[in-house]
């Protein structure tokens, strides 16, 4: 069984067997849709773990990362002769070259001096989206128009079941390889420490800015992915909320766990959904199970549960 | 008789009676409406006040025998004003709960991210969502309550070119609202032969307007100011206008058509016209005007009910939910496609926001004299003008 886990494709092999079970076993247009917000959360969660969880550097700011990618997609197409895939890879690379020139003065910065740094950038995408009204309709949003592929048009909520869930297991198998890399021994020698990692000659600098821009790359792709699935985005889905959810995601799933952050983003996306019927006491509900989530396993879901597996053995 | 005996009767008791209970509610088979409003976040002063209005009529119209016979069943969702959580509620509206309307949607982002569903699966939405987006172009399935930033616009150049002034000022708010509005404004502006002489912005946490209103002060044959803004924002030009002394009449938008706009401005609101739907002034209105009924009693009992001051938000979801029923009611069934041509077939529809009358290329119904022009005076709303 301990092998099994430790297996490298254990995660996306697990997640691809979800990703299946579930795309049968769901019957409705509404759970389908549920499952392919969860895996879009997820591959964002993902992102953001391999810069938490393994390079140890927190961002409040991911939102905006996936603001670019959503809004790519939507704004591409009406000033430039792309369509909107095109468009997704382009704001994807739009968005590893931001994270390229933003990750670099303020990764200079630590702990709760880079939080807030990542959070004013968070906020700066969000102003640009929202104040920007000639190009990105403002506040109340703008339509994404439909993706085409080889002539196929890309609609219906099963379609973008299979393509999420697709993209979601081929992130997980790369985070994984990633993992296992030499960046991956670096990151994580970063992670538990940063004088430890630099005293054996691992580049700091560099490997804390790989993560930043490898993280940046997985949201926008996420972002971009929402943007395309839903026809429509508002400024919201960059919006300082947003950010925090993603952070609760890894945190709650587990960080330096890949099936955590998909765990993290199944909770934060359904437990809303299965509580609407308290709708005044959602929120209050919603806050003590993650209370409790963290209070009783504090190193997260995954990582605490595979370490009670491991204990009763 | 054993305890275990009674027991298993006690189940059989209760097991019978609730199988009796379905029944019976299986006879008279529910209307299912649904509804996704931004109850809580940053838009609940818009969807609190439709989600009560909701609540309180249909349990109202429940009490009355419900429609057809049958007894409506309301369901809300929130989206806390996210456009994805709105799409996500709509999905599981229209897939898992079945319903055959929806009305709600309380601003133009969710409005908007929900359309493409309800179109899809063909299911009769009105929003009451402000924008004029949402019904135009027309969607089939997509009909809305509220007025548009466009009939307040017209309703305040209606009034100017009544009293004459081709020469205006207009100062408005960066944010959402006075940006839509500057827009609306400036594209209809030349059907009244009016002309902006001085167009100045101030920003949203903007503390002083002073600056921009002595640019407007002194731009050549200024006759009269306008200021689509939202918030605290109109307070301050308010304040400002008075102090530095500005003569000619100053319009405000029917985004501070709210007692707490008064409080803020003070003695400087004296003399401000604004555009305004008829539930603010309900108490004033003229015993023969046709909307009179309907508005004091939609305020009474909304009132009543919450012990809250009465909102023209509100009244947007009263409106919503009468027209549903009043076609439900038409249309003799709850089939989706049945309902929506009743709707699209509303005529002489009172409600509190004006007389509806849609159309095929007419998804809203109102026109300008939905709108009542008023004056604030010795602090209190006072109607003007020709209504």
């Known amino acids: 069984m301990g092998r099994l886990f430790n297996h490298p494709l254990a995660a996306p092999a697990l997640i691809a067997l979800i990703v299946i079970a579930c795309g049968f076993g769901l019957g409705s247009n509404f759970y389908l849709r549920v499952a392919a917000l969860v895996w879009i959360s997820a591959l964002a969660a993902i992102g953001l773990n391999l810069l938490m969880g393994f390079a140890g550097q927190v961002s409040l700011g991911h939102a905006g990362f996936f603001g670019i990618g959503a809004y790519a997609v939507a704004v591409g197409p009406n000033v430039l002769p792309v369509s909107p895939l095109l468009a997704l890879v382009l704001g994807i690379a739009l968005a590893a070259v931001i994270a390229y020139l933003v990750g670099r003065p303020i990764l200079k910065l630590k702990g709760h001096y880079l939080a807030v740094a990542t959070l004013g950038f968070g906020i700066l995408v969000y102003m640009v989206l929202s104040n920007e009204s000639g190009l990105t309709g403002g506040p109340d949003g703008m339509p994404v128009s439909r993706a085409t592929l080889f002539g196929w048009r890309l609609k219906g909520v099963d379609t973008w079941y299979w393509i999420t869930g697709g993209v979601l297991v081929v992130g997980a198998w790369v985070a994984v390889n990633l993992v296992r890399s030499p960046t991956g021994r670096a990151l994580r020698a970063l992670h538990d420490s940063e004088v430890a990692a630099r005293v054996v000659g691992v580049d700091v600098a560099r490997y804390k800015l790989v993560a930043f821009v490898v993280s940046a790359v997985y949201t926008a792709l996420a972002g971009g992915l929402l943007a395309l699935f839903n026809g429509f985005i508002t400024p919201d889905v960059a919006g300082f909320m947003h950010s925090i959810e993603f952070v609760v995601m890894v945190v709650l799933g587990g960080m330096g766990s890949i099936v955590g952050s998909l765990v993290g983003a199944a909770i934060l996306i359904a437990l809303p959904q299965a509580l609407s019927a308290f709708q005044e006491y959602e929120h209050l509900a919603l806050g003590l199970i993650l209370m409790v989530f963290m209070i009783f396993l504090r190193k997260g879901i995954v990582p605490s549960l595979v370490a009670l597996a491991g204990r009763g053995r | ?387």
């Open chain 2, 1 to 387: 008789m054993t305890k275990f005996q009674r027991l298993a009767r006690l189940a059989a008791v209760s097991a019978a009676s609730l199988a009796l209970g379905l029944t019976a509610v299986s006879a008279a088979d529910p209307i299912k409406i649904g509804s996704v409003l931004a109850v809580t976040g940053p838009a609940s002063f818009l969807g609190d006040p439709e989600d009560k209005t909701l609540k309180m009529y249909v349990d109202k119209i429940n009490e009355e025998g419900g429609v057809l016979g049958r007894p409506l069943e309301l369901i809300v969702y929130d989206s806390g004003g996210d456009a994805n959580k709105a799409r996500t509620f709509a999905t599981r509206l229209i897939e898992d709960d079945e319903v055959v309307a929806i009305v709600g949607g309380a601003t133009t982002g969710t409005t908007m991210a929900m359309v493409p569903l309800v179109e899809d699966a063909e299911i009769p939405f009105i929003s009451l969502g402000g924008a004029v987006v949402i019904i135009d172009p027309v969607k089939e399935w997509v009909f809305k309550t509220p007025h548009t930033d466009r009939m307040a616009c017209q309703k305040i150049f209606e009034d100017m070119k009544a009293n004459g002034y081709t020469k205006i000022g207009m100062i408005s708010g960066t944010g959402g609202f006075g940006k839509s509005m500057r827009q609306q404004c400036l594209d209809v502006i030349g059907d009244y032969g009016i002309e902006v002489v001085a167009d100045e912005t101030y920003g949203p946490s903007d503390a002083d307007m002073t600056p921009q209103l002595t640019k407007i002060k002194n731009a050549d044959g200024v006759q009269a100011v306008v200021n689509p803004g939202f918030g605290q924002g109109p307070a301050i030009v308010t304040r400002n206008y008075r102090q530095l002394g500005i003569e000619v009449p100053l319009y405000q938008s029917h985004g501070v058509a709210s007692k707490s706009f008064i409080e803020l401005a003070g003695d400087s609101a004296n003399g401000v016209r604004l555009p305004a739907a008829a539930l603010l002034v309900a108490d004033k209105l003229p015993d023969n005007d046709p909307q009179k009924a309907v508005v004091v009693d939609y305020k009474t009992m909304y009132e009543d009910q919450t012990g809250e001051d009465v909102s023209t938000f509100g009244g947007h979801a009263y409106d919503g939910l009468m027209i549903l029923v009043e076609a439900i009611k038409k249309a003799g069934s709850d089939d989706p496609a049945a309902i929506r041509d009743a709707i699209e077939a509303t005529t002489g529809f009172v409600g509190t926001g004006g007389e509806v009358n849609m159309s095929a290329d007419d998804h809203l119904g109102l026109d300008v004299s939905a709108f009542k022009m008023l004056e604030i005076q010795d602090g209190d709303w006072t109607i003007v003008g020709g209504n």
